[in-house]
C-alpha cells in the first residue's frame, strides 16, 4: 500500500514562500499523477495543481501566478511552492496520488501550514 | 470552473438508517468524472466512490453511487457508526478538479 507523508515547515511569514515536500514510500512515483490538495480550518477541500512523474504540471488558475510544483522520481519526492503567502493561505494541505482520470486513491495524513509574523 | 453544489449541508440520521447525499455539477461532466471521498474529524479525506458510481478498494458494499444528468447521488444504506463523518465530491472531467462544499452526516 502506498504511503504519503507531507513535510516541511508549520509555520511561514506574510509574503514569504510556502515549501513542502511530499515523501512516496512503499509504491512508485513513476506513471502517475500526483497532487497537492488545501483545507483551512473548518472548510472545504481546494484543488491547487498536479503534477505528473515526468515533470509536466498544472495548476488550478486561482493560484497559478504564485505556484511551482517539482518532482524528484530518484527520491521518491514532489514538492510545492507557494509563493506571496498571506494569512489565507494557512490551512492543512494534502499531497495525493491521482488515479485513471484523476481520482484521489491515496491521500498523506496532511501537514498544518500557519501563516503568521 | 465547474460548480459543485451539495446537499443537504448536514444530514442527521441514526445507525441502521438510509443515506442519501447529493452533487449537482453546474455542466454536464464527461465520462461520470465524478468521486465521493469520506472525510473523519482530524483525519485526511479517504476515496469512496469513483467514476461516479465504482467503490474504491476495501469501502463496503452498503455504499453506492449513482448519476443522472448532472445530478450524482451518494447512497449509504444501514448506517454504521463510522459512516458518520463529512463527504465531499469532486470533479475531474474539466480542469481545474472541483470539490463540492461537504455533507455533514451526523448521527440523530
Known amino acids: 500500500q502506498v504511503q504519503l507523508q507531507e513535510s516541511g515547515p508549520g509555520l511561514v511569514k506574510p509574503s514569504e514562500t510556502l515549501s513542502l515536500t511530499c515523501t512516496v514510500s512503499?509504491?512508485?512515483?513513476?506513471?502517475?499523477?500526483w497532487f497537492w490538495i488545501r483545507q483551512p480550518a473548518g472548510k472545504g477541500l481546494e484543488w491547487i495543481g498536479r503534477i505528473y512523474s515526468s515533470g509536466s504540471t498544472h495548476y488550478s488558475p486561482s493560484l497559478n501566478s504564485r505556484v511551482t510544483m517539482s518532482i524528484d522520481t530518484s527520491k521518491k519526492q514532489f514538492s510545492l511552492k507557494l509563493t506571496s503567502v498571506t494569512a489565507a493561505d494557512t490551512a492543512v494541505y494534502y499531497c495525493?496520488?491521482?488515479?485513471?482520470?484523476?481520482?484521489?486513491?491515496?491521500w498523506g495524513q496532511g501537514t498544518l501550514v500557519t501563516v503568521s509574523s | 470552473e465547474i460548480v459543485l453544489t451539495q446537499s443537504p449541508g448536514t444530514l442527521s440520521l441514526s445507525p441502521g438508517e438510509r443515506a442519501t447525499l447529493s452533487c449537482r455539477a453546474s455542466q454536464t461532466l464527461s465520462s461520470s468524472s465524478l468521486a465521493w471521498y469520506q472525510q473523519r474529524p482530524g483525519q485526511a479525506p479517504r476515496l469512496v466512490m469513483y467514476g461516479a458510481s465504482s467503490r474504491a478498494a476495501d469501502i463496503p458494499d452498503r455504499f453506492s453511487g449513482s448519476e443522472s444528468g448532472t445530478d450524482f447521488t451518494l447512497s449509504i444504506s444501514r448506517l454504521e457508526p463510522e459512516d458518520f463523518a463529512v463527504y465531499y465530491c469532486q470533479q475531474y472531467g474539466s480542469s481545474p478538479y472541483t470539490f463540492g462544499q461537504g455533507t455533514k452526516l451526523e448521527i440523530k
Open positions: 512503499g509504491g512508485s512515483i513513476n506513471s502517475y499523477y
Open positions: 495525493a496520488r491521482g488515479r485513471g482520470t484523476h481520482w484521489l486513491d491515496n
